[in-house]
């Protein structure tokens, strides 16, 4: 294995710091007020048109005409939303050990992706980072996101790790011919039936 693809929230840090959670609660709340209707109708809506596209940002412009990304992320990742992130001291090492090269696939604008890295202290980690803007709003799990950063790689898809937290952009890695790893750390997916890890420690089995 030469290549490995990280996604970053949940994935590079626990789930249990709740960031991904309060991003998911700033989309519903600029969701509600963009089409303006209430939380629980905006935090239905995108529940049900999620399923379709990768982001919600994806659904906003494709149905609903909404063009000003830069609006939309300045709110869903406020500068302070990396505080309650703890950095783990030894993933670094763990990583370059790994003796692979190493990038990010993330759903989310470089900014987000930069500012909790570096919270991390893994800024020097990767050799690429594919994030929402670079793969021009076509987000997980679609197809040419991940064709558009294995070319971009000059990468195979059956000699690239993949690890993500959520099952349909795995198993959509899986299906290019890829080797797609869920990290599920407190088996929120008991039914899942392919590779799963609790923790990115165990990755040293899959090379
Ligand atoms: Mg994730």
New binding site residues.
């Given amino acids: 294995m030469t290549d490995i693809l990280f996604?970053?929230?949940?994935?590079l840090y626990s789930s249990r710091f709740g960031l991904?959670d309060n991003v998911t609660v700033r989309i519903i709340e600029f969701t509600a007020k963009l089409l303006n209707v209430s939380h629980e109708e905006a935090a239905a809506a995108r529940l049900a048109r999620i399923k379709k596209y990768g982001t919600t940002m994806e659904w906003l412009r494709t149905e609903k005409g909404f063009t000003d990304g830069d609006a939309y992320y300045r709110y869903i990742h406020p500068e302070n939303e990396a505080a309650a992130l703890k950095r783990d001291p030894e993933l670094k090492a763990f990583l370059q050990s790994l003796d692979c090269r190493l990038s990010v696939l993330?759903?989310s604008p470089r900014e987000h992706v930069d500012r909790i890295l570096s919270h991390l202290g893994l800024l020097g980690v990767f050799s690429e980072i594919f994030d929402l803007k670079r793969l021009n709003y076509i987000s997980k799990p679609r197809r040419e996101a991940f064709d558009f950063t294995l070319a971009a790689l000059g990468a195979k898809a059956e000699e690239t790790l993949f690890i993500?937290?959520?099952p349909r952009?795995v198993e959509a890695f899986i299906k290019l011919g890829g080797r797609g790893i869920l990290i599920d750390e407190f088996n929120s997916h008991p039914d899942y039936k392919n590779d799963k890890i609790k923790s990115l420690r165990e990755l040293r089995r899959f090379l």
């Fill in positions: 996604d970053l929230d949940n994935t991904e993330s759903n993500d937290d959520i952009n």
